[in-house]
C-alpha cells in the first residue's frame, strides 16, 4: 500500500466503485460520516484521518490510479477483487407514504440541505454525484427540489 494524494473525486468514485454509503464506509474507517462528506466535497481533513480513509478502501479492495499518460487520476477494483453487489432494491431511491421520495442517505442530505450556499458553488456534476449517493441512482431531482 503506497501513500498517494487522491483527489476528493477519487474518494467519491472509490465509494461508489464499492456500493457504500457515506455511513458504510465511515463505520469501516472508523470515523465520523460528516468527515466522509467533507473530504468527498474537498474540505480540509487532517492529514492521518484522510490517510484512515484511505487505507480503508484500498483494503476494501480499490486501487488508487495516479494520473498517467492515457488517462487523469482515477480508481480500480484490485485484481481478484468481486464487483460488489446489492441486494436490489436495498440502496435505491423510494417512494415514501407521501409521494415523495425517501433519502437513502439522510445524513448526507440534510448535510446539504442546511448548506445551499455550498451547494450553490458545487458544479453540476458534484451536484450529481452527492445527489446520486443520498437519494440513489434512480433519482433526477428537480430544480425545486434542490438545495438553494
Do not use: C, Y
Not at 474507517?29 to 468527498?40: K, L, Q
Not at 453487489?85 to 442546511?114: C, H, M, N, Q, Y
Request: proline share 7%; hydrophobic share 45%.
Amino acid at each position: 500500500m503506497t501513500k498517494v494524494s487522491v483527489t476528493p473525486t477519487q474518494f467519491r468514485m472509490a465509494r461508489a466503485a464499492l456500493l457504500l454509503t457515506v455511513r458504510e464506509l465511515a463505520e469501516i474507517a472508523g470515523v465520523h460520516r460528516n468527515t466522509i462528506i467533507r473530504i468527498e466535497a474537498g474540505e480540509a481533513s487532517h492529514g492521518p484521518t484522510v490517510a484512515a480513509v484511505q487505507r480503508a478502501l484500498e483494503e476494501a479492495g480499490i486501487m488508487f490510479l495516479m494520473p498517467g499518460e492515457t488517462h487523469g487520476p482515477g480508481v480500480a477494483l484490485k485484481p481478484g477483487v468481486a464487483e460488489p453487489r446489492r441486494v436490489p432494491g436495498a440502496t435505491s431511491a423510494s417512494e415514501s407514504s407521501d409521494g415523495g421520495i425517501k433519502a437513502r442517505d439522510p445524513e448526507l442530505a440534510a448535510f446539504w440541505e442546511a448548506r445551499p450556499a455550498g451547494w450553490a458553488e458545487l458544479s453540476e456534476e458534484g451536484r450529481r454525484v452527492i445527489s446520486e449517493a443520498a437519494f440513489g441512482d434512480a433519482l433526477v431531482m428537480e430544480d425545486s427540489r434542490l438545495p438553494g
